[in-house]
T-cell receptor
Framework: EAQVTQNPRYLITVTGKKLTVTCSQNMNHEYMSWYRQDPGLGLRQIYYSMNVEVTDKGDVPEGYKVSRKEKRNFPLILESPSPNQTSLYFC?????????????FGSGTRLTVV | GENVEQHPSTLSVQEGDSAVIKCTYSDSASNYFPWYKQELGKGPQLIIDIRSNVGEKKDQRIAVTLNKTAKHFSLHITETQPEDSAVYFCAASSPRDFNKFYFGSGTKLNVKP
């Protein structure tokens, strides 16, 4: 089954404790992206990657890091989480180079930073 | 960048009635407009999309219309069913990067049996 898999689904952590949210896709998509979803704000892009070793900032990148060492994986790293990063996070992938092709989203990771 | 506004934020309808969700966008160069449905505890799922060279697209009970001049597009759901209850997001492609999308703030649709 074609899918984007995120782990963990739920995570509660303390301020300043580094964490990683993993994302993996099995569709051989070049483009991957991370979004956060907050009430009333919709989905906002954090970082994206056009292909292996190619990453760039989205609209809200502060406090986050990413890496793309393999085509299928795109982990999101919070080096020093803060309470304002409490949110619902989605990883997404799509085929690059096609303007009329939407995302496939993962099931989400609900992060709480206390 | 592109700004997408979505209304209403919540919508409650009786089963069998129609539901309409509206979105406006700011950049006339946007050319692709997908709609996503997010069920509780799941990620958004693409349900229908429309390109800028098409005015209307239909898929069974759902349809999307696009008015390029007015820069707005709408999702229409007819004969609503309880399983249509979800949060719906509209999106517009970035004119400068068609891999990127700007999302509306979402509409929570509740279909009452």
């Amino acid at each position: 089954e074609a899918q984007v898999t995120q782990n963990p689904r739920y995570l509660i952590t303390v301020t300043g404790k580094k964490l990683t949210v993993t994302c993996s896709q099995n569709m051989n998509h070049e483009y991957m992206s991370w979004y956060r979803q907050d009430p009333g704000l919709g989905l906002r892009q954090i970082y994206y990657s056009m292909n292996v070793e190619v990453t760039d900032k989205g609209d809200v990148p502060e406090g986050y890091k990413v890496s793309r060492k393999e085509k299928r994986n795109f982990p999101l790293i919070l080096e020093s989480p803060s309470p304002n990063q409490t949110s619902l996070y989605f990883c997404a992938s799509k085929v690059t180079g096609q303007s009329d092709y939407g995302y496939t989203f993962g099931s989400g990771t609900r992060l709480t930073v206390v | 960048g592109e700004n997408v506004e979505q209304h209403p934020s919540t919508l409650s309808v009786q089963e069998g009635d129609s539901a309409v969700i509206k979105c406006t966008y700011s950049d006339s160069a946007s050319n692709y407009f997908p709609w996503y449905k997010q069920e509780l505890g799941k990620g958004p799922q693409l349900i229908i999309d429309i390109r800028s060279n098409v005015g209307e697209k239909k898929d069974q009970r759902i349809a999307v219309t696009l008015n390029k001049t007015a820069k707005h597009f709408s999702l229409h759901i007819t004969e609503t069913q309880p399983e249509d209850s979800a949060v719906y997001f509209c999106a517009a492609s970035s004119p400068r990067d068609f891999n990127k999308f700007y999302f509306g703030s979402g509409t929570k649709l509740n279909v009452k049996p």
